[in-house]
Structures are given as structure tokens and as C-alpha cells.
């Protein structure tokens, strides 16, 4: 009995370790770094709030377009990744497993030719623009395609989307047959099976989705740097300017933390209504 | 359209069913009468299932009708035929608790909550699962879960309930009370029940006709007492109840068993001869009876209520023969001991190969 518990810390420890030598420890540091101060280019220990205060009012608005902006993404992304995932479950039959191969592969394309790929498509001189020049249905190409919060959705969504589908996915097979053909021999029709049955046992799976593409959304700054313009910025760029430009440590701590919190925060709202929702649309 | 009580309930006809180039059902006539509790049996992959779901509506089939009450149903969906299923492993709702799972249908009805409480408390009570009314379906045993099955089935009083393989979830036990469960629950609600199952002895315990199916085909159709005594085919007799086959050649109406001649209408075929261990009497010395075969015993099996004797005949066949305890303990048989096995020809069946 005691040899089975030992065992099983002892199996856990390397990775335990890794876990708070190389996340833990740093988030506490990023933590303790946002109440100290800068002096002529030197952290000094201190015990202040002026970087909290500073980041509620002067980064206010950045980190609220944030949280919007990947909030859309990661609504976006599982909305998609939810008719994907369905689609191969339900409908697509044996093609289904070569659907989601599909899928994936577009994983071994890295995260900056993604990038590129959507500057080529996108931009004024882009396909997008030279195939709608050539049918004729514009005249002008259109500029707001690329350098603009859109172009940071579209490539976000497609870069974002095989992650988004193997979380939902998984869930979807792990729901019985039964039970969905038992809803439509009660009377069910498909919609009500959809939020009756499927969307309630398929929670964590379209949760998880969503959180990975909103996290990741909104700690990207790569993104709003390559296709986002001259006018969109994420709080990832200030925070990355912060420590890289102006050398202020404690106030891209105090943004980090503050963007960290509400990032969580929206997460939980939207589990929260998530279940809201469905109970709201089953009465 | 108007109907007496003398016409089925539901009929099917001519009905067949292929995925890609498998045929799963011939074609196919079933009709089946208000009141009646219908077993389909047979070997799995005989296409039981597949009639079960096509008259549940979740499968087409390709060429046939199917007519409830004298409507034909062919092309409507399960959500709105008058059949309700029990499936197999049951497929409750894993997040519903067993209230919400048996109020599921009425509520998709559009029966207001308090229209159909009452209606979910009287089936809840009625299954004996009132007091796990606020239980997910996770917490419950194979046993309740069924009844929950049965319940969620039951309360949007179907014409047909169709159950699949209804008791093959369940230990032995559970499966033998829950099987004069349903029956009882038949005769109360005096509902038309189908029944898919593999087992022959709970189709025999369950229902009042059955449909034995093989190879896409109803091969018989009968009472239970039919089908047990009078089987069609070799199928058949292999299928319900232990029985001993013993094969002959039929020449000129006469089939001939060591010495016996035994007189058989139809044409000169291969066919063979059905009796059933409990039937066939042994003794040392040569009795008069009605087909007598000599041999040796080549085996003694204590059954717990009977005994089973494995006996080498002169043709070289095997007979089982069962006997009470009390001939094994006379004292003349044992292993290796010659002994005449003899049948009364009323006991015994000349039937088709298959």
C-alpha cells in the first residue's frame, strides 16, 4: 500500500518538477516582478501598485480589444471545429478518418508560413483580390483584407482550427449511438438531439476547444505584428514592447498577470453559459 | 382507416434489406397481431436485428412495405412512428437523471410539465424505480437501468414496443426474473411487444410466438409449443432445445435407421431424423417400442436435475439422452454397458436438411 503511493510520486516527480522549475516558479516570479519598480534601468524591489494602476488605465482599452478580438477567434474556431468534428462523426462515414487526416496534415505547415501564406492571399496584389479584379466583381481592390483586425481573425481561425478539432472530436466519439437514436425514437428532431443529447455530453470537449484557441489567441503577438497593420494591437505587443523596448519589466509583469486573470475569468463565463444555455433552450 | 381486431397490427411484406453486396434479408412477410408478444430468433448475423430496426424505422428497406394498423409506415422516420424501441445497452441519457430520461418523450410531445409529471410518476412507480427518480443513469445497476429503458419505452404508450436483446446485459440471475418481469409487464399493460434475441430458452420464457430466422429468412413461425415440438427443419430443431439429429436417406417413402423402417411421405432426399434427449428410453434387454436402435453408453453426466447419457449407436451416431436420477441409481448401467435406446415415433420428427 505505502509502495504504491511512493511509486506513484515517484512517477509523477520528473515531470512534477518540470512542471514547477519551468512554469511555476517563473509565473510566481512574473507575479512577484509586477509590485517592483524600474530605476534607471535597474529592477528595484518595492511593494507598489502603480504598475496595476497603470495597466487598468492606460492599457485598459488593449487588453479589452484582446479580449474580444480572441474571444471572437475562439468562438469562431469552435464553431468551425464543431461542424468539422460533427461532420466526421455523423455524416462523412469510413471517409471520416481520412477527413481528419486531412485535417491534421495542415499541422506540418508551421505556425509563420501560415502567416505568409495568408499575406499572399490576402493582401491588395493578393489571389483573393486579383481573382475578384479578374471576374470583374470589383473594381478596386479591397484594402481592409489585409493589415486590418480581419486579417488577424482569418489566420488565426485557420491556424488555430485542427487544434480546435481533435479536443471536440474525441468527445464527439465518445458518445453512444444509442442514446441519439433513442432521442429521435422518442420524437426528437435533429436540432433538439443537437442541444438535448450531443451538446450537453460533448461539454468538455467544445470547452477545451474553445479555451485553446482563446489562450493562444490571446497571448499571440506575432500575428497583429504580420498581419495586423499599423492599428492593431494586441496586449501581447505591449507586453513584448515593454520588456524588450523599454526595458520596464514590472509593468509588462503587472499586463501579463492582468491579462491572465481575465482571460481566465472569460473562460469561466463562458462555461458558465455554455451551460446556461443549453438548460435555457432543453425547458 | 377503420380496423377489426382480427387484422394484424402491424405487416410486413415483401420487405428486403442489402448494405453493399450483403443480403441481409430475403424477401419477407411478417404480420403480426394486437396483443402478441413476438420473439425474432436466431444465430447473430441472421438479420434479426436488421427487421427490428427497419420496423422501428431507423433502417429502409429496399424493396416492401411496412403498415401499422392498416398505414402504410414505410417512409416515416422513428420520431414519428407509433413504435417505441428498447435498445440494447439500453441508451439512456448519461446526463438526464432517470426523471428527465423517462419524461424526455412527453416532453418533446409538448406536454406541459405539469401534464405530464403524473403520467412519469405513475410509470416510475410502476417500473419500481420511483425512489431513483433523481439519479443519473451512471449510478444505477444493469437491472434498474433497464426498467428506466422500459419506462422512458413504455410511457408514450406505443402501438409496438420493440426491444433488442433486452436481457442480454444482465447476470443469469436477473436475466430469469427480469424475464418474468416483461412477461407479467405484457400481460398488464396487454401492449404488442417484439422481442430480438439470440437465446432460445428466453425467447421460449418470454413470448407467445416466435420467428426463427436464419440466413435473412423466417424459417418458422409458430407458438412456442409449435416450434419446440413440431420443427420445420433441421435449423430449427438444432436452434430450440437440445434435440439429437440423426441423418438417413429417404428411398421410396421409407427412411431405414439400423433396423428400424420408418415410413416418411415426400420425395427420395438426405433428411434427418429429430428426437429429443428427454424422449429416448434405455434398457439392458430389447423392449418393444416403436424404433429401437442398439448401442453403448459411452458417457455419464451428472446434470444437477437430470442425468446425461452419451450413447455410440450401431450407426455410428451419438445420441445425449436424458434421464432422471433415479434410472442411473438401478444398478445395471455404466460407462461402456450395451443398451437398446428406443422412441416412440409420435416423439420423433423426419425433417428437411438445411
Known amino acids: 500500500m505505502r509502495d504504491a503511493r511512493l511509486r506513484a510520486i515517484a512517477a509523477v516527480m520528473p515531470s512534477l518538477l518540470v512542471w514547477i522549475g519551468f512554469f511555476l516558479a517563473p509565473l510566481v516570479y512574473l507575479f512577484i516582478v509586477s509590485f517592483w519598480r524600474v530605476r534607471q534601468y535597474r529592477l528595484v524591489t518595492d511593494a507598489t501598485l502603480d504598475n496595476y494602476i497603470a495597466a487598468g488605465s492606460e492599457y485598459q482599452h488593449a487588453i479589452l480589444f484582446t479580449v474580444v478580438l480572441a474571444g471572437f477567434v475562439g468562438l469562431l474556431t469552435t464553431v468551425l471545429a464543431f461542424a468539422l468534428a460533427y461532420l466526421i462523426r455523423f455524416h462523412a462515414g469510413r471517409f471520416g478518418n481520412a477527413l481528419l487526416l486531412t485535417v491534421l496534415t495542415t499541422l506540418f505547415g508551421g505556425y509563420l508560413v501560415k502567416i505568409y501564406a495568408w499575406k499572399g492571399l490576402l493582401g491588395s496584389d493578393g489571389i483573393v483580390n486579383r481573382a475578384l479584379l479578374e471576374t470583374g466583381l470589383i473594381s478596386q481592390p479591397i484594402t481592409w483584407l489585409l493589415y486590418s483586425p480581419i486579417a488577424v481573425v482569418i489566420t488565426l481561425v485557420s491556424f488555430l482550427l485542427p487544434y480546435a478539432v481533435l479536443p471536440i472530436n474525441a468527445a464527439l466519439r465518445g458518445i453512444a449511438d444509442a442514446p441519439i437514436e433513442a432521442a429521435r425514437d422518442l420524437g426528437a428532431r435533429p436540432v433538439r438531439i443537437l442541444i438535448d443529447v450531443i451538446l450537453p455530453q460533448c461539454e468538455r470537449g467544445v470547452l477545451t476547444a474553445f479555451a485553446l484557441a482563446f489562450f493562444i489567441s490571446a497571448g499571440d503577438y506575432v500575428t497583429p505584428q504580420l498581419v495586423g497593420g499599423p492599428e492593431t494591437f494586441m496586449i501581447g505587443n505591449f507586453i513584448q514592447s515593454q520588456y524588450v523596448n523599454r526595458m520596464n519589466a514590472p509593468i509588462g509583469s503587472a499586463l501579463a498577470v492582468v491579462t491572465m486573470l481575465a482571460t481566465l475569468a472569460a473562460v469561466a463565463l463562458v462555461s458558465f453559459l455554455y451551460r446556461r444555455a443549453l438548460r435555457a433552450c432543453s425547458t | 382507416m377503420p380496423s377489426t381486431n382480427d387484422a394484424p397490427l402491424l405487416r410486413l411484406t415483401g420487405v428486403t434489406k442489402a448494405f453493399g453486396s450483403q443480403t441481409a434479408l430475403q424477401p419477407l412477410d411478417l404480420s403480426v397481431a394486437r396483443g402478441d408478444f413476438l420473439a425474432l430468433l436466431g444465430p447473430s448475423g441472421c438479420g434479426k436485428t436488421t427487421l427490428l430496426r427497419i420496423i ?145 430458452s428466453e425467447a421460449i420464457g418470454l413470448a407467445n410466438r416466435i420467428a426463427v430466422m436464419n440466413a435473412g429468412r423466417i424459417v418458422q413461425e409458430g407458438t412456442p409449443e409449435d416450434i419446440y415440438k413440431r420443427p420445420a427443419n433441421t435449423f430449427v430443431a438444432g436452434f430450440i432445445g437440445d434435440s439429437n439429429i440423426l441423418p438417413l436417406m429417404r428411398r421410396s417413402g421409407v427412411c431405414t435407421l439400423a433396423s428400424n423402417s420408418i415410413a416418411s411421405d415426400g420425395p427420395d432426399a438426405q433428411v434427418a431424423m429429430m428426437v429429443r434427449p428427454t424422449d429416448i428410453q434405455l434398457s439392458e434387454i430389447k423392449p418393444t417400442a416403436d424404433i429401437c436402435v442398439p448401442g453403448q453408453v459411452a458417457d455419464i453426466v451428472f446434470m444437477g436435475d437430470h442425468v446425461k447419457f452419451v450413447v455410440v449407436i450401431e450407426t455410428g451416431d451419438t445420441l445425449a439422452v436424458h434421464r432422471p436420477h433415479a434410472e442411473c441409481d438401478t444398478g445395471w448401467i455404466g460407462r461402456g454397458v450395451p443398451v437398446f435406446a428406443s422412441w416412440s415415433r409420435n416423439d420423433s420428427h423426419v425433417l428437411d436438411r438445411t
Not at chain 2, 131 to 159: F, N, Y
Open chain 2, 56 to 200: 422501428g424505422g431507423f433502417l429502409s428497406p429496399d424493396k416492401g412495405t411496412v403498415e401499422i394498423d392498416g398505414r402504410d409506415i414505410t417512409a416515416i422516420g422513428p420520431e414519428h412512428r407509433p413504435i417505441n424501441m428498447v435498445f440494447q445497452g439500453y441508451g439512456l441519457f448519461p446526463h438526464m437523471t432517470v426523471r428527465e430520461n423517462v419524461g424526455y418523450g412527453l416532453k418533446i410531445a409538448g406536454h406541459a410539465r405539469d401534464k405530464r409529471e403524473p403520467q412519469v410518476n405513475a410509470m416510475l412507480e410502476m417500473m419500481h424505480i420511483a425512489t431513483l427518480a433523481d439519479r443519473l443513469p451512471g449510478e444505477l445497476s444493469g437491472g434498474q437501468q433497464q426498467r428506466v429503458a422500459l419506462a422512458r419505452a413504455l410511457v408514450m404508450k406505443p402501438s409496438v414496443l420493440l426491444l433488442d436483446e433486452p436481457l442480454a446485459a444482465l447476470d443469469l440471475q436477473l436475466r430469469k426474473s427480469m424475464q418474468s418481469e416483461l412477461r407479467n409487464l405484457h400481460r398488464e399493460i396487454g401492449g404488442t411487444f417484439i422481442c430480438v434475441t439470440h437465446d432460445q
